[in-house]
């Protein structure tokens, strides 16, 4: 069964099952500038194929305004980015669950933050992660 790119619930993450599983097993992948990783987890045998993600940012970060913020900007950048991700899962017939989250970035040393802050970091991990679905 595939996943259709349109229902974005489909591409939810939300079980805490799974999304502990990737904590504990999946493999992390740093932006260039590490303010920002990613988890991830491919299953080959499964009968969904494409990418399911969250987002993940600690209460440490910031107030919840700033964090409300950044995950909607890590889910627009993800959105404009993941049709040749999610493409290269349904040919390597792969199901790829990915979870975001902030790593050198807070509320004090980036106060405002804007699509233009996020957009290159998310896409290097993006093109890092598809790298390591074609290899593998």
Request: net charge positive.
């Amino acid at each position: 069964m595939l996943l259709k790119t349109d229902n974005k619930h489909k591409r939810k993450l939300k079980s805490k099952k799974a999304i502990e599983e990737i904590f504990n097993s999946g493999k992390v992948v740093y932006s260039p500038d590490k303010k920002y990783r990613a988890h991830y987890l491919l299953h080959s045998n499964t009968d969904e194929f494409g990418v399911k993600f969250s987002v993940a940012v600690s209460k440490k970060a910031g107030n919840a305004v700033w964090r409300n913020r950044v995950k909607r900007l890590i889910r627009e950048t993800n959105r404009l980015c993941n049709k040749e991700l999610n493409d290269c899962c349904l040919q390597n017939k792969v199901e790829l669950k990915i979870v975001f989250a902030t790593n050198k970035i807070n509320e004090k040393n980036s106060r405002k933050i804007s699509l233009t802050d996020t957009q290159p970091p998310i896409e290097e991990i993006l093109k890092r992660i598809k790298s390591g679905i074609t290899s593998s």
